[in-house]
């Protein structure tokens, strides 16, 4: 009898461990990208430099992410991404476990997705994926300094972050960024954005404001991880796309303005103007055309223009320099998960001279700037996938 007894709640007890999946199911992936390379830059300082290194059309990471379902269609999710330099073992986003990412929210189907931690502004996603650096091409085609953030290179801290729903292909959010601060609005930001997608064709644009970004490091933008420390940051842009067949066209706009700006994070401590000279506001506008033509299911090859407006507006006088960006790349899968692929961006500064490091063309991914207006990188390169 006793034998029957607990054979019985041993039964109950298994039946009960394996009903509950069936209740509040759980989901968690671990996934990453692998991406290195050698890169050619023909003037760095004065001299050309072959080097290995890691993250270009993707940053390098590895990442967890999951989901529970609470039912009634509501799921808690997560996600932590953590960047790290291949060549060196190195962590990337100023040494950030999780520098790329790190949030937890909810998501439900017909509201749209409540998250919280250090995420992706709008720019990025949205206005980002309508410009090649931002899609396919990655760091090497980003606009000069990535003035707009499109190339992803700071995150927000401290975020509260809404995302839609798709309604009949529009698709809205915005993000809020404390400073965690005395001073409310010290290094806080917001930013919002939409995008229409209706069978190949994609329209976008989004807004970003930061005000103090880069000072401090409890910030919405720290320090360590700004592209420009300025007293405020507007960006603002649309874009647009069109797929037809295996081709992909793409238009972008974008608006960067800088008020009193004293840094940037890709030129390190090397001072923005001369001393003895107040820079009072740095404007860039850039105009990108990209293309992307699909030869077969394994190859595809991609070409990006960029126009960049620069207004420098300092006390020793305002004037308006021209960059010209131009990048090729060709992309080969060897399988689904792995491909091999070639880039190279040429950048060239013209017109009014601002008697500054600005003067001297510098592409993202560089060591630093060339001696000269002019500079060019050639990168080959494998990216895994897992």
Known sequence: MNKQVFALAVSAAASAAFAVPAVAQTSVTLYGVIDEGINYTNNVGRGHVYE???????????????????????????????????SSGRLGQGGRMFGRQAYVGLSSEPYGT???????????????QTTANG???????????????TNNTFRLDNTVKYTSPSI?????????????????ANNRAYSFGGQYVYGGLLVA???LQGDNPGHGANGAITANDANFIAARMRVFGGGITYTFGPATAGFAYSNSNYLNPTGNGYLGTTPLVPPGVLLNSLKYQNFEVNGKYQISPMLFVGAQYVYTIETFDASSG???PRIHSFGLMADYNLSKRTDVYIQGEYQQVTGDLTYSILDFAFIPGTQSPSSTSKQVVVRAAIRHKF
């Open 318 to 320: 305002g004037v308006k």
């Open 135 to 149: 899609s396919w091409a990655g760091l090497l085609f980003a606009h000069p300094l990535d003035n707009d953030n």
């Open 114 to 128: 409540l998250t919280f931690g250090r995420q992706y502004d709008s720019v990025v996603d949205y206005l980002g």
């Open 168 to 184: 009949s292909g529009f698709q809205f959010g915005g993000t809020y960024s404390f400073s965690n601060d005395t001073g409310f």
């Open 52 to 86: 290995l290194t890691s993250g270009f059309a993707q940053g390098s990471r590895w990442g967890l992410k999951g989901a529970e379902e609470l039912g009634g269609g509501l799921k808690a999710i997560f996600q932590l991404e953590n960047g790290f330099d291949l």
């Open 205 to 207: 644009a989004a807004y």
